[in-house]
Every structure is written in structure tokens, then in C-alpha cells.
């Protein structure tokens, strides 16, 4: 059984102009207290074809966690579109939303996005270099991917190591 159960993601501010903010309002409850901090990631795949233009927009540690439910806005800076090959702007994408524990991802929600002109005529005749303040990013929220591995939230120290033997000696007891 997870330590952390994500209970609800819901996306903000969707459809939004590419050059803007993505929000993301996460729910989850902690079941065991947690020692360390949780830490939530989020990821644009910049592009299918090469992970070096994969770009982590934003990370927040949260965190040591007691036994509740929570809810936080999660905000992250757009993608730089600089970083991703001219082709890979307009079209299908990824964003990949993850939860780690001491290292140990545990949750991963994917999500599909179209990135596409707002205007019909510039995405009839697209122009041959991107006008990224007319691209609007729509999220597909209705069917994110979620993914959980297992992991160890709380791992028992090792037991500590066993006391010398007494030393017993010829000394008399204070009395």
C-alpha cells in the first residue's frame, strides 16, 4: 500500500496561450507520516524524437508530510520555445506530471498536448517560422496517463549494532 494516494488533478486555466503559465491544482492525503519531503516535477517533452529537448518547466518540494489530506496549486513557467525544434511546436506533445519520495519516483500522470494557432487562417497557411505568441496550448485533461510504481516511503533503519559485553572488574560499588 502507497504511504501517498493523489486523490485529484485538475488542470487550470485550459485551453491557454502557449507563452503562459501551466496551474495545476493537486489533491492527495498521506496515510503514514513521512519523514522527508515529497518532490513534484513537471516535464515538457520538447520533442518524440530526442529526450535533450525535454525541459523540466518546474520543481517543489513539499514536505515532511503529516498523516491528512492536502491540496496546493502547482504553477510552472511555460516551456522555453527556443529549446525545441521549430517542428516540434505545432502538433502533439507530452507533459508529464511526477511525484518522487527520497529519490524514488512513485507517480507519474501523463498528459497529451496540442499545441496549435488560434487564428484558422495562420493554421491553414502556417508561417515558416512559428509566431509563438499566437499558439494556444490545450491540455488533454480528460484522459491523463497515470502511472505508480512501488516503493519503500519509509524504510526501517537498520537495527542497531548490539552493545559490547560488561566488563566486569574488581572495583567496589559506591555505597
Avoid: H
Avoid at 501551466?22 to 489533491?27: G, M, R, V
Avoid at 527556443?82 to 511526477?98: A, R, S
Avoid at 507519474?108 to 499545441?115: A, D, E, I, K
Wanted: charged share 20%; aromatic share 10%; net charge negative.
Amino acid at each position: 500500500m502507497s504511504a501517498v494516494n493523489v486523490t485529484n488533478v485538475t488542470v487550470l486555466d485550459n485551453p491557454q496561450m502557449f507563452i503562459n503559465p501551466l496551474q495545476f491544482e493537486i489533491s492527495y492525503e498521506c496515510l503514514t507520516p513521512l519523514e522527508d519531503d515529497l518532490e513534484w516535477k513537471l516535464t515538457y517533452v520538447g520533442s518524440a524524437e530526442d529526450e535533450k529537448y525535454d525541459q523540466v518547466l518546474d520543481s517543489v518540494l513539499v514536505g515532511p508530510i503529516s498523516i491528512g489530506k492536502y491540496r496546493f496549486i502547482f504553477q510552472a513557467d511555460p516551456p522555453k520555445p527556443e529549446k525545441i525544434p521549430e517542428e516540434d511546436i505545432i502538433g502533439v506533445t507530452v507533459l508529464l506530471l511526477t511525484c518522487s519520495y527520497m529519490g524514488q519516483e512513485f507517480l507519474r500522470v501523463g498528459y497529451y498536448v496540442s499545441n496549435d494557432y488560434i487564428d484558422e487562417q495562420l493554421r491553414e497557411e502556417p508561417p515558416a517560422k512559428v509566431i509563438i505568441d499566437k499558439v494556444q496550448r490545450n491540455i488533454l485533461s480528460e484522459n491523463p496517463r497515470v502511472t505508480k510504481f512501488p516503493i519503500v516511503f519509509n524504510p526501517t533503519p537498520a537495527p542497531a549494532a548490539p552493545l559490547p559485553p560488561l566488563v566486569e572488574s574488581n572495583v567496589p560499588m559506591i555505597q
